[in-house]
């Protein structure tokens, strides 16, 4: 679970060894998701983040799968998007020490790893 770090302390040239799925969850249960869909439409449940151990990473954040390249530098993760979709903007985000968990330093929302890492 050590992640392969870059030997420039500023750069983000860290990539994680594996591949590995963080999500947002809107709703605290799956029941409560489904008894929110308006009839006839479907929302999303959650948000996702894919990352691969060669720099890609996919964003969904709707319904459209955003490429996506990410480096890491410390704690730290900057994703920025590689292409069009509904994800714009750069990612800034700090791992904590166990690897569950991603936060992002701009609004908080937490990103939990899927899998028995991280739930």
Request: aromatic letters at 10%.
């Amino acid at each position: 679970m050590l992640l392969v770090l870059a030997a420039c302390e500023g750069s983000f040239d860290g990539v994680f060894p594996e591949p590995r799925t963080y999500r947002f969850e809107f709703f605290a249960t799956r029941e409560e998701c489904q008894a929110a869909q308006p009839p006839g439409f479907h929302i999303n449940c959650s948000q996702t983040i894919e990352f691969r151990p060669d720099g890609r990473a996919f964003v969904t954040l709707t319904d459209i799968i955003n490429p996506a390249t990410y480096g890491i530098r410390g704690r730290r993760v900057r994703v920025e998007p590689d292409g069009p979709g509904d994800f714009a903007g750069t990612l800034e985000l700090e791992l904590s020490e166990d690897e569950a968990l991603l936060t992002d330093v701009d609004t908080g929302k937490v990103w939990v790893r899927d899998g028995p890492e991280g739930g």
